[in-house]
């Protein structure tokens, strides 16, 4: 059986990924989704991280841009655009989870949850058994924390560019799921993808999740 690495390009996953290569373990695929949306100092980091290891990691994407989900893709009601992903149309994590699922099936994939999420984020592998995949959780095994995975990747040169210094977590830097002060910190420190935000937000046909965020109205 194929063992597949799931890398999101975070901390986590980038520390199991060093680890289990360090480790010597079999690494037969290094997968990572890409919706486009990611920060540039993200995209830096798979590029940093592909010479480092000097293997090259798989690009997925999804069967449309972010752009056609959010404002284009014609609902059954006739509406055009899911908007804002939210709690009961996560249209984003589906639509990753499909196309991974596909790529995956007949594989073990190492997903990179530290030791805090032991209780709490597994429950995805009953998902993927129905897909014919097999999950498995490297850092669990190991019982490395999230502090003990971002101190790993520093000693081995990996820094984002400096993001872990703003977000406690890295996704797409509009990602709705985010706590409210890093919309706060998205506007300080990251003004031009900001405005992105505050120009999607208004062709939205769905409010945003987080009442709390408020946007600004560009002409």
Known sequence: MRQVVSLSGGKDSTAMLLLMLERGEPVDDIVF??????????????????????????????????????????????????????????????????????????????????????????????RMRTSGITARFPLLEWGVSEIEALKYCKAHGFDWGGLYKHFSRVSCWCCPFKRTRDYETLRREFPGLWQRMCDMNVRSPWPFPNEKVKFEVTA
């Open 33 to 126: 989704f890409d919706w486009g949306m990611e920060f540039p100092e993200m995209y830096e980091h798979l590029d940093k991280l592909e010479r480092y290891i000097e293997r090259p990691i798989t690009r997925l994407y999804p069967r449309q841009t972010w752009n056609w989900w959010m404002f284009e893709r014609e609902k059954r009601d006739g509406q055009l655009g899911y908007g804002w992903p939210g709690a009961r149309s996560r249209w984003c994590n589906g639509e990753k989870c499909d196309v991974m699922d596909r790529h995956h099936r007949g594989a073990t994939v190492c997903i990179g949850y530290s030791y805090e999420e032991r209780f709490t984020r597994t429950r995805s592998n009953r």
